[in-house]
C-alpha cells in the first residue's frame, strides 16, 4: 500500500521503499531535516517527478492518502492526477477535492484518506474532473 502526503508543497510518495517527489516545492525545504539528501535544482517542467535518497528513516506523516498502485507507476500517475503542467506545481484544490476536505481549514478532515479508487478511474473521466476543478472562474 503506497502512501501519498505532501511536502514543502510538492507531492511526496512512498512505494515499494522508494520515495519520489512529484512537482515543484512551493516553500524552501530543510531536506536533511526531513531525511533525504537535497535533491539538487528541481524543475517539475523538465522532469515532473524525481526519485529522493533517504539519509535516515521517512515516515510520511498525516495527512495523507493511500493507494493500491506501487512501483514507478505511482508517480507517473500522480503527475496525470495532480499537476499543473504549465507551472510544475501540484493543484491545492485537486488534492483538497480527493481528501474532501472543505475549502474551510477549520473543518477536521481524516489523517488517512483511502483513495484507492484514484488508481482506478479511467483518464478521461479524470480528465473531465481536472478541467472542471483547474477552470479559473
Not at 32 to 55: K, S, Y
Not at 61 to 66: F, G, H, I, K, T
Not at 111 to 135: C, F, K, Y
Request: net charge negative; proline share 9%.
Amino acid at each position: 500500500m503506497a502512501r501519498v502526503g505532501r511536502l514543502a508543497g510538492a507531492i511526496l510518495t512512498e512505494t515499494q521503499g522508494r520515495f519520489y517527489l512529484v512537482g515543484n516545492t512551493k516553500v524552501p525545504c530543510d531536506w536533511a531535516e526531513v531525511g533525504f539528501e537535497p535533491p539538487g535544482d528541481i524543475d517539475a517542467l523538465a522532469r515532473p517527478f524525481i526519485q529522493l535518497t533517504p539519509r535516515k528513516h521517512v515516515d510520511i506523516a498525516p495527512p495523507y492518502l493511500l493507494l493500491d498502485v506501487e512501483g514507478d507507476a505511482l508517480p507517473r500517475m500522480l503527475v496525470d492526477l495532480f499537476l499543473i503542467q504549465r507551472t510544475g506545481s501540484i493543484s491545492e484544490r485537486l488534492w483538497r477535492l480527493v481528501r474532501g476536505q472543505p475549502e474551510e481549514d477549520s473543518i477536521p478532515v481524516a489523517a488517512v484518506t483511502p483513495a484507492r479508487w484514484l488508481g482506478e478511474i479511467p483518464q478521461p473521466i479524470w480528465q473531465i474532473v481536472r478541467d472542471a476543478v483547474l477552470r479559473c472562474t
